[in-house]
């Protein structure tokens, strides 16, 4: 199985700060990885699929880059929904493991 | 437009085996490239992949719990079922179904996700 792993697990930043979270493959997945964002209480949702593209409805602040093993989620200016935990995916292969989260936290 | 409505047990004691059923509608799962999956989540932790039905009833299943699963699908119904045997303590989570399309391939769609607790 291709393992994921995300880094930091958990963030604090403030409204208006950039982030960036990283994902790691244990084999390369080319751009077959997708990014969630999830909520308390409610089930995930797509952010950005095939490493960058933006899904319908996302804002531009969010997106998404990186090939291969290496991947990264950048938040350019952070808005108070956005605090949530965000969750990489590889859709590479199946079993289509997810990374373990990272948390976003407000400072 | 898509839904997908997760249901089942909400209290299972341990040994027992669960059965899930994913009912959806807004697409068919007899469509080329169509794919239901189910992943879980247990209070507090990650996501986990369990199995994946496709289109053609090709199926894919988390290698750790292969043993445990079984996922199929009536497309007549616009169901899928998961059946998870021997359930255990650590398998309280909450389980939603998605859906997976080719481009990406992505999870567009998902569930709102039922709670499964198991206890004796």
């Known amino acids: 199985d291709i393992q994921m792993t995300q880094s930091p697990s958990s963030l604090s930043a403030s409204v208006g700060d950039r982030v960036t979270i990283t994902c790691r493959a244990s084999q390369s997945i080319s751009r077959y990885l997708n990014w969630y964002q999830q909520k308390p209480g409610k089930a995930p949702k797509i952010l950005i699929y095939a490493a960058s593209t933006l899904q319908s409805g996302v804002p531009s602040r969010f997106s998404g880059s990186g090939s291969g093993t290496d991947f990264t989620l950048t938040i350019s200016s952070l808005q108070p929904e956005d605090f949530a935990t965000y969750y990489c995916?590889?859709?590479?292969?199946?079993?289509?493991?997810f990374g373990q989260g990272t948390k976003l936290e407000i400072k | 437009q898509v839904t997908l409505r997760e249901s089942g047990p909400a209290l299972v004691k341990p040994t027992q085996t669960l059965t899930l059923t994913c009912t959806f509608s807004g697409f068919s799962l007899s469509t080329s490239g169509m794919c239901v999956t189910w992943i879980r989540q247990p209070p507090g932790k990650a996501l986990e992949w369990l199995a994946r039905i496709d289109w053609d009833d090709d199926k894919y299943y988390s290698t750790s719990l292969r043993t445990r699963l079984t996922i199929s699908k009536d497309t007549s119904k616009n169901q899928v079922v998961l059946i998870m045997t021997n359930m255990d303590l650590v398998d309280t989570a909450t389980y939603y179904c998605?859906?997976?399309?080719?481009?990406?391939?992505?999870?567009?769609?998902w569930g709102q996700g039922a709670l499964v607790t198991v206890s004796s």
């Open positions: 998605a859906r997976e399309i080719p481009a990406g391939p992505r999870l567009d769609y």
């Open positions: 995916q590889q859709s590479y292969s199946p079993p289509r493991t």
